[in-house]
T-cell receptor
């Protein structure tokens, strides 16, 4: 089992709709959770972090965490073509020594 | 602006010819990381420095070495690049504790010919 799992996609969403990206992790003691956006050929950019159960909203982005289910998600409202990118889920495990990345979900926003 | 800078942006090297990638930061973060990322894959941690303490991942090949001469700079040396080492190399930094996540540099795309 991979430590951080994501559906590779591509996930195709019409412009203006809600994009929902999901991630599961294996280390039950994980402490911190992150979503990075990565455009093709570019480096990852941190867009959201979440540390406790529930929802965290920042503009059009909402991160959701459920530690009991070991599940974290990212919702993007009013999707724009500029949101087309790969979204990496990342988790700081219980050892707190390093962040583990998922392989990413490729999101495509169609006009 | 405080940032993480990687040089060069693109590097072409010959098979077996040593190459060095550099990373500098103005964030004054005490932890620096080197990741390797191949197409459509997760970034893979090669090693990291916690201040001057070097931490190597168990599966990082001996072909990869690193140096951190001071807080601001970190280098990745590939002693004998093979075709399989072609990838994007990402430098990242964080404060102690990592709770805020990492800040990445722009990456170096390495091509081996």
């Amino acid at each position: 089992q991979k430590e951080v799992e994501q559906n590779s996609g591509p996930l195709s969403v019409p412009e203006g709709a809600i994009a929902s990206l999901n991630c599961t992790y294996s280390d039950r003691g994980s402490q911190s959770f992150f979503w990075y956006r990565q455009y093709s050929g570019k480096s990852p950019e941190l867009i959201m972090s979440i540390y406790s159960n529930g929802d965290k909203e920042d503009g059009r982005f909402t991160a959701q965490l459920n530690k009991a289910s070991q599940y974290v998600s990212l919702l993007i409202r009013d999707s724009q073509p500029s949101d087309s990118a790969t979204y990496l889920c990342a988790v700081l495990g219980s050892s707190a020594s390093k962040i583990i990345f998922g392989s990413g979900t490729r999101l495509s926003i169609r006009p | 602006d405080a940032m993480v800078i990687q040089n060069p942006r693109y590097q072409v090297t010959q098979f077996g010819k040593p190459v060095t990638l550099s990373c500098s930061q103005t964030l004054n973060h005490n932890v620096m990381y080197w990741y390797q990322q191949k197409s459509s894959q997760a970034p893979k941690l090669l090693f990291h420095y916690y201040d001057k303490d070097f931490n190597n991942e168990a599966d990082t090949p001996d072909n990869f070495q690193s140096r951190r001469p001071n807080t601001s700079f970190c280098f990745l040396d590939i002693r004998s690049p093979g075709l399989g080492d072609a990838a994007m190399y990402l430098c990242a930094t964080s404060r102690e504790g990592q709770a805020e996540g990492y800040t990445f540099g722009s990456g170096t795309r390495l091509t081996v010919v």
